[in-house]
């Protein structure tokens, strides 16, 4: 079968601003894949030009017995600007005759780690494509900063690597009472929850929350707490299943959950 032409779009890069979107302008766009490389910079309206690539014949995607050759192209995406935390996209599937947007928000830097060169932020490859005949699905969760506490920038990120390992992440915003949540959780049939906080008062939200999953009878969702104040000994008092430092492990965690059924 032939290869054919396909595109990776980037455009609107943005980064939130409470609950709006602002396009940011001369972020540098660089792609890597399998023999190319392209660089692009966006424009005023957080826009950067197509990068058409070349990717394998789409009816590859409907043989039945296709187990071993992948049906689409694979390539990753780094985004910078000065002000802002770099971030990478890995294993972006692009196929043919199709136009795939990655839009990655931009995260500004803290006036804490302004003169810091900090590590990318990297959003983990979602392999459609096992190479067995099977394919990922999504698994619904919900995401939210706890009650009383008005910091996003975490959990955009969690919420960002989360969409890019394949979940349906359902996010609830800041200051997220412990109903809403369970409302939520039952409307929706939610069997992971992943809470957020910066506070230290955010530990006793977090308690709440789950004390209110539990009191509602849902003792089989799985909720993970993360943010500057937890550790092991706030998953203790709180009566969450498991922590997290980073974006990183939240991810590992979920997917491990979501495994399990």
């Not at 971030?87 to 928000?105: D, K, N, Y």
């Not at 999504?138 to 009383?148: A, F, G, P, Q, S």
């Not at 039952?186 to 008062?201: C, D, Q, R």
Request: net charge negative; hydrophobic share 45%; proline share 5%.
């Amino acid at each position: 079968m032939a290869a054919a032409a396909a595109a990776l779009n980037t455009s609107r890069l943005s980064h939130r601003a409470g609950a709006l979107l602002s396009p940011v302008e001369g972020v540098t766009v660089n792609i890597v894949g399998d023999g190319f490389t392209a660089a692009r910079m966006t424009d005023a309206e957080g826009n950067a030009a197509d990068v058409v690539i070349t990717a394998p014949d789409c009816a590859l995607s409907l043989e039945a017995e296709n187990t071993t050759r992948c049906p689409y192209a694979v390539c990753s995406l780094t985004v910078a600007k000065t002000g802002f935390r770099p971030v990478r996209i890995q294993g972006i599937q692009i196929f043919a005759g199709q136009v795939t947007l990655a839009q990655p928000e931009m995260i500004p830097k803290t006036e804490e780690d302004r003169d810091v060169v900090n590590p990318p932020i990297v959003i983990p490859e979602h392999s459609l494509f096992t190479g067995d005949g099977g394919s990922g699905s999504k698994t619904k969760m919900l995401l939210c900063t706890v009650k009383d506490d008005l910091h996003d920038i975490g959990k955009n990120i969690v919420r960002s690597m989360l969409e890019a390992a394949g979940f349906e992440v359902i996010d609830l915003g800041i200051d997220v009472p412990a109903e809403k949540v369970v409302e939520t959780v039952k409307a929706e049939n939610i069997k992971i929850v992943a809470l957020s906080g910066v506070l230290t008062l955010a530990i006793d939200s977090m308690k709440k929350t789950v004390d209110a999953l539990k009191a509602a009878g849902l003792n089989d969702v799985k909720v993970i707490i993360g943010g500057a104040p937890v550790s092991e000994e706030a998953m203790k008092i709180t009566g969450a299943d498991e922590w997290a430092h980073s974006p990183q492990k939240t991810v590992s965690v979920c997917q491990e959950w979501s495994k399990a059924g």
